[in-house]
């Protein structure tokens, strides 16, 4: 198997729950995931995040939606404290079922999705933990579009 891009989009801004959470999706076929696949990961998403203001929480958060060649994918991350992500993993086994369930086995993230996950780490460092004053719209506001 050898590395090709993908796209990587910007899919909406989505307010729940208290949350303004950046929606990425990536597919190894196509522009944009299926649509029935990101109502799936929102789904996980809408029942992981946790109250948004609690423990240090920003009620900020992306999730990357992935319709992989092997598997669809939806990664839930949300920034605490200031400095730290955590990071959820769902997967279907399979990239025509949007059957999520948590992964649980140690994996962490592919190659493409380790792209959004840099470039939020970066996006965060520059407008909000280490910006002398901090934005949160300008974090939100910026935005991958890329084929990496």
Not at 51 to 61: E, F, K, L, M, V
């Amino acid at each position: 198997m050898s590395y090709r891009t993908r796209p990587i989009r910007f899919l909406e801004l989505w307010p729940v729950d208290g949350w303004r959470v950046k929606i990425y999706g990536i597919t190894a076929v196509g522009e944009r995931p299926d649509p029935e696949l990101v109502t799936a990961a929102k789904a996980v998403a809408r029942d992981r995040l946790p109250t948004p203001t609690d423990g240090g929480r920003h009620g900020i958060a992306f999730l990357t939606v992935h319709q992989g060649a092997q598997s669809a994918w939806a990664l839930v991350d949300w920034w605490v404290d200031g400095h730290l992500l955590h990071h959820h993993l769902y997967g279907s086994g399979d990239p025509s079922s949007f059957d999520l369930r948590p992964v649980t086995d140690g994996l962490t993230a592919c190659t493409w999705e380790l792209a959004v996950i840099g470039f939020e780490r970066q996006v965060w460092l520059d407008t909000v933990y280490a910006a002398d004053e901090p934005d949160i719209d300008a974090y939100l506001n910026t935005r991958l579009e890329a084929d990496a």
